[in-house]
DNA sequence: CGGGAATTAGAGTGCATGCTCTAGCGGAGC
DNA sequence: GCTCCGCTAGAGCATGCACTCTAATTCCCG
């Protein structure tokens, strides 16, 4: 019946997914819809993955792969704008790729608790590495603030990496571009501290803003 | 059998669905658990309202006449920096008793068409609030800010305002505690406009700050 | 009382969904 | 060609859910 090369069928199977939880949420693509989409048996599909979970699990493994990756670096680097506005392209454009995870968020935690635990962490890493590049920044002069000010300002930027896209979402429910929404994300976060930025720093940001925000 | 007054049945409904969706998330909340919470029947339940989401909907429409009446206020009135704060206290609080729309939005969102609807323009007003209150204090002189930053910071206000409460959740998921949530919430978004602020006012934050941080 | 309307009970239905079970296919090595 | 084994098909099961239907009860009002 088909002539596709047969020996990915553990990989089809969550690409497949991951493409379909994010177009439609997670709780909204039964097993049969995957199998469908595959053309493939719903036996197949569990004959490759025990449960549902799994493969969310599978998927998710990968997205908390490349975020550690990610937050991993501000940590151990000194710190500039330029550093900070490619941190969050890269952030955002991760967190598009499996925005799923993102939209649901409340639902699948409260159903998984693996998701639960590792998700957590995964806020709180970015909360930390929010708070290290802000502290880089201050320590190299360009950022002007109190260290509660700074815990605050980490603390709301990890609030608008992890929920802008749901905002988004809920702002316009039919536009799944996702160019303009990463930008946008990080626009957003840059313009979280760019009121602390001293001189050059923040024209640096105004600069960046005009170029990316029309776009 | 009982003895309870029985004529209140359609008001009943609404209260335990709103205490049971809160603590439990609409969606782990069947119609059969209400109805036996309740020690009614389902056929009773149903004869009440047609369905769980006119349910729903009729606790949705008692919190958007709350919050409408909330966000109403900042746009015709001379804000200072304590209006914003017990603006925030209000909204946080109100947010609270209706929690679980924010719980699962997303999804609840994308099964009932009204709610998409009606929650996209609260969202909307909620920026405008937001916004409306910045150009206030800047016309007051009390804040410091070109047009691009107050958009840019409204937004954020936005953000935080309504993901506030998410945030918490996944960050300690069995903590369900109103006070210091709410507090937190006003004093995360206080800290998104505290560097604009010039003067006297930031010095108020600060002290703000200070009374409600720790409690 | 009596009768009609409002309310309630509770068994039951239909459907969706995650998942299982068994039989069979097909390719690789002997 | 045979056999073994990884892979696949697909009917079907168990469960949980929103919701329905009819009969009974209770309440209101004359």
């Not at 069928?9 to 995957?34: A, H, Y």
């Not at 490759?48 to 990756?69: C, L, M, P, Q, S």
């Not at 670096?73 to 967190?95: M, N």
Request: glycine share 6%.
């Amino acid at each position: 019946m088909e002539r596709k090369p047969k020996r990915r069928t553990r990989e089809r199977i969550v690409e497949t997914s991951l493409r379909l939880f994010n177009e439609f949420g997670e709780p909204n693509v039964t097993t049969t819809v995957i199998a469908d989409e595959l053309n493939i048996s719903p036996g197949n599909l569990y004959y490759h993955y025990r449960n549902k979970d799994e493969i969310t699990n599978t998927i998710f493994g990968a997205f908390e792969r490349e975020v550690d990756g990610l937050l991993a670096a501000p940590a151990h680097r000194a710190a500039t704008v330029e550093d900070l506005w490619l941190f969050l392209h890269l952030l955002f454009e991760a967190i598009w790729r499996y925005r799923f995870l993102y939209r649901d968020l409340n639902d699948l935690l409260s159903r998984n608790r693996l998701l639960e635990i590792h998700f957590k962490q995964i806020l709180e890493r970015k909360a930390a590495a929010a708070e290290a590049l802000c502290r880089g920044l201050a320590e190299g002069g360009e950022l002007l603030a109190t260290s509660e000010e700074i815990s605050a300002l980490a603390t709301n930027m990890a609030v608008v990496m992890t929920y802008w896209l749901s905002f988004e979402y809920v702002r316009n429910p039919r536009n799944p571009q996702e160019g303009p929404i990463a930008a946008r994300g990080a626009y957003q976060v840059m313009a979280l501290l760019a009121p602390f930025l001293v001189g050059e720093s923040r024209q640096l940001v105004e600069k960046l803003s005009r170029e990316y925000l029309p776009g």
